[in-house]
């Protein structure tokens, strides 16, 4: 892409503006820092952390990066909820630098890099939900990454940038396989300009995709240790096919406009096209790979929620590389011969997203760190899931009544989360859906072996039939309520276990094996509530909406 001069403004303006964005940059970062340390952990969280504490290869539902990520903030912070989340944080500031040098790299135009460094921090994802961590915080830097050496490559012609991208490419898809989806693009990169050939022959490329694949073995070692159970797991979603339904098309848009930014995603995608256009038009590498990592990810998300829910945290590795291409809109504009007009409502527009965006994202953040109210009821999406403490107190005292050694529970998300609260104190085991546990370490079967047990349970998930594949006897004790600013979000069933013992390696043809199939039940709910491993249990009817998932993830 061609560069242009450095925009036209003063010396000292332009150092009072670095130093406006820096500091509302940490301003935003202390925010984030803030949001992460108070808030309690979500489910899925809690989930990743048990994977931290686990010397395996990979898991069932994602690849390792996030489990290593979360070993990584706790190693310096202890298990605490800024010490799960610290990475994340890390991410967000990664990802915002490697896009305002491309931008940088591409323009040298002040503005547009200003542009680069606040567009994400107007959206809602980035500006403040990266504090929350899921494959996806991992993946999106990475990615960036992999894209940000591409570009060294088509500026400086020097192949061994493709190493680089090897690397990071490699570990973008040790973080999440959504990553794979950035290889239309790479090849559009390659094939569309008119160094092809060059690059076909060169041995760079293929050195690359190598140094990609042995980044990624630790995925394939534990896949065949495992009879491929994550590639056969995701599988099921990549061919899932359904009758159309307006309702999912809306909540893939609906969740991206809340997520991206009301005003920032329209901006963004106005950006990409013309990006895309000037690309093809003119064969220009990098052009060619910023949009085409964005609208190839985006058509095929939009083409899958037209018969199946698309989680809403999916799509958000393919946004940066759209705010890269805006922002160097914004500079190409001006110098291609487009209206004066266009230019400055383009601008216009992309100030608007900015300053709206970032207000939306305080906004958010006050609500849920300072303001003492519900305005949303039980559909909340945080307080959707805090309140564990409440059931983790009256779990305890059970404990101490009964003289039950160890507890049991019958979804991933309950059990990550009495995992997380009791730390160790007490053995904390899923009775059911093991294969999701391959690889991992004993939980405690010398407290568990021969002593009653406590099931916790959240209704309805405490009338599964799985009981019936168990000698257990089991006494019910009293009921708990999770409560959040005075909502009851769930009620919980709490029982006393004995004459059994949980089975951790089941043949997999056993029902306490069996993963829940994401793409068999997703239309079968009237609004799944799919989390970053699959699904975990039926939500209440009142919790089953769209407004409920933003905030922790969907796998």
Request: net charge positive; aromatic share 14%.
């Amino acid at each position: 892409m061609t560069t242009i001069p450095p925009s036209n403004i003063p010396d000292h303006l332009a150092r009072r503006q670095w130093w406006a964005v820096i500091a509302l940059i940490s301003a935003m970062t202390v925010m984030r820092l803030i949001y992460a340390g108070v808030l309690e952990l979500r489910t899925d969280e809690a989930y990743y952390w048990t994977w931290s504490k686990e010397n395996a290869l990979s898991f069932l539902d994602h690849p390792p990066m996030i489990a290593w990520f979360v070993r990584f903030g706790t190693a310096i912070f202890g298990d605490t909820n800024l010490g799960v989340r610290f990475t994340g944080i890390l991410a967000m500031l990664v990802t915002q630098l490697l896009i305002a040098d491309i931008v940088r790299r591409v323009t040298h135009d002040f503005r547009a890099i200003i542009f680069a460094l606040l567009m994400p921090e107007a959206a809602l994802y980035y500006g403040l939900l990266m504090a929350k961590v899921s494959p996806d915080t991992a993946l999106i830097p990475f990615a960036v990454a992999m894209l940000w050496s591409l570009v060294r490559l088509a500026q400086s012609n020097d192949g061994r940038w493709w190493l680089a991208a090897g690397l990071f490419a490699g570990l973008a898809v040790l973080s999440k396989f959504t990553a794979v989806m950035l290889v239309p693009a790479v090849l559009a990169f390659v094939l569309v300009p008119a160094w092809r050939s060059r690059w076909l022959l060169s041995p760079y490329p293929w050195l690359a995709a190598l140094i990609a694949l042995i980044v990624f073995s630790p995925v394939l070692i534990w896949n065949y240790q495992y009879d491929f159970a994550s590639f056969r797991f995701q599988f099921v979603r990549a061919v899932a096919t359904h009758p159309f339904s307006f309702r999912t098309v809306g909540e893939f848009i609906g969740l991206q406009l809340g997520l991206v930014g009301f005003v920032l995603l329209p901006v963004v995608l106005s950006g990409v096209t013309l990006t895309a256009w000037r690309g093809y038009r003119n064969r220009e590498p990098v052009a060619i790979l910023l949009s085409t990592a964005v609208i190839v990810p985006f058509l095929y998300f939009f083409w899958k929620s037209l018969t199946l829910r698309v989680g809403d945290t999916w799509p958000m590795f393919l946004w940066p590389a759209g705010f890269a291409a805006t922002a160097i809109n914004l500079a190409m504009l001006p110098k291609e011969g487009f209206p004066q007009w266009m230019v400055k409502s383009t601008v216009s527009w992309a100030k608007i997203a900015v300053v709206s965006g970032i207000a939306f994202v305080v906004g958010v953040f006050f609500y849920y760190v300072a303001a003492p109210w519900n305005l949303i009821g039980r559909t909340d999406p945080v307080g959707g899931e805090a309140g564990y403490e409440q059931v983790v107190a009256r779990a305890d005292e059970q404990l101490k009544k009964t003289g039950a050694t160890w507890i049991a529970a019958s979804d991933y998300r309950t059990h990550a989360m009495l995992r997380w609260y009791f730390n160790g104190r007490v053995p904390v085991v899923q009775i059911n859906e093991r294969g999701r546990f391959q690889g991992f370490g004993d939980p405690g079967m010398d407290r568990i072996k021969g002593n009653p047990g406590l099931y916790v349970a959240r209704e309805p998930d405490n009338l599964l039939p799985l009981w019936s594949a168990t000698m257990a006897t089991r006494t019910p004790l009293e009921r708990v309520e999770r409560r959040w600013r005075g909502t009851v979000m769930d009620i919980y069933t709490l029982e006393k276990i004995s004459g059994w013992t949980p089975e951790l390696s089941p043949p997999p043809g056993s029902p306490l094996f069996k993963v829940r199939e994401l793409a068999g039940e997703v239309r079968s709910l009237p609004s799944p509530l799919v989390g970053e491993g699959g699904i975990g249990g039926l939500r209440p009817p009142s919790l089953r909406t769209p407004m409920h998932r933003i905030g922790y993830g969907a796998g």
